[in-house]
């Protein structure tokens, strides 16, 4: 069951989140939203999805709303001042478990881009959800690795399958799913969306007992 809290970004704002965790968690999953500025948040139906599968499995969540959006204070920072956003969540995640839980970053949209960068420097499991490609400068390199996931469909008009391919060919071998007939927000494809997430979540944090009041993904 997710619990409201507050994540005190250091020098910053106070986010709005969600967490829910145990204490046999060992792996947990920090969820990013969409722009803020085109209604962008914590409650979007694409980061509701993959908190759910990833708690089925077992997981750790924390989902929040970036600054300036929801009842998190600040303004909004042009994707940089939200960078330290998702750092502070991450910590304040890390301090619910125990030392040695792993933890992994999901950012959809405007949150996928946020979350590149931050684990471009802090490298940790990602999943990129409809990386918008033909929006944001995405020119600083994502680094391949095993727990790297890329997800996107045949129909997103601000991740087209050109500059996806084009994505993916600089990332040999990582893990990726486009979506047959999925557009950018993934009215309709939610289930096989979630299905690719619990993939992915399985493949760096394995399976365990669902958290409490949570059905398995």
Request: net charge neutral; with cysteine.
């Amino acid at each position: 069951m997710e619990q409201p809290t507050l994540v005190q970004v250091p020098g910053g704002p106070r986010l709005e989140a969600l967490l829910a965790h145990s204490p046999s968690a060992t792996a947990g999953l920090v969820l990013c939203h969409p722009h803020p500025l085109y209604g962008g948040d914590m409650d979007n139906p694409v980061v509701v999805r993959g908190a759910e599968v990833a708690r089925g499995l077992g997981l750790a969540t924390l989902r929040f709303n970036f600054r300036g959006a929801g009842r998190s204070t600040g303004t909004h920072g042009g994707g940089v001042a939200e960078m330290d956003d998702v750092r502070a969540a991450l910590a304040h995640l890390a301090a619910t478990l125990s030392g040695g839980a792993t933890l992994g970053v999901l950012g959809y949209s405007f949150g996928a881009w946020v979350s590149a960068r931050v684990t471009a420097a802090d490298p940790r499991p990602l999943c990129l959800v409809a990386p918008p490609l033909k929006m944001l400068d995405w020119s600083a390199a994502v680094p391949s690795r095993p727990d790297l996931c890329v997800l996107a469909g045949t129909r997103d008009s601000y991740c087209p399958l050109p500059e996806l391919e084009h994505f993916l060919a600089k990332l040999p071998g990582v893990r990726h799913a486009i979506i047959e007939g999925a557009d950018h927000f993934f009215f309709g494809k939610l289930y096989p969306l979630g299905e690719e997430i619990g993939a992915w979540c399985r493949g760096w944090a394995g399976g365990s007992p669902p958290l409490p009041g949570q059905p398995r993904g």
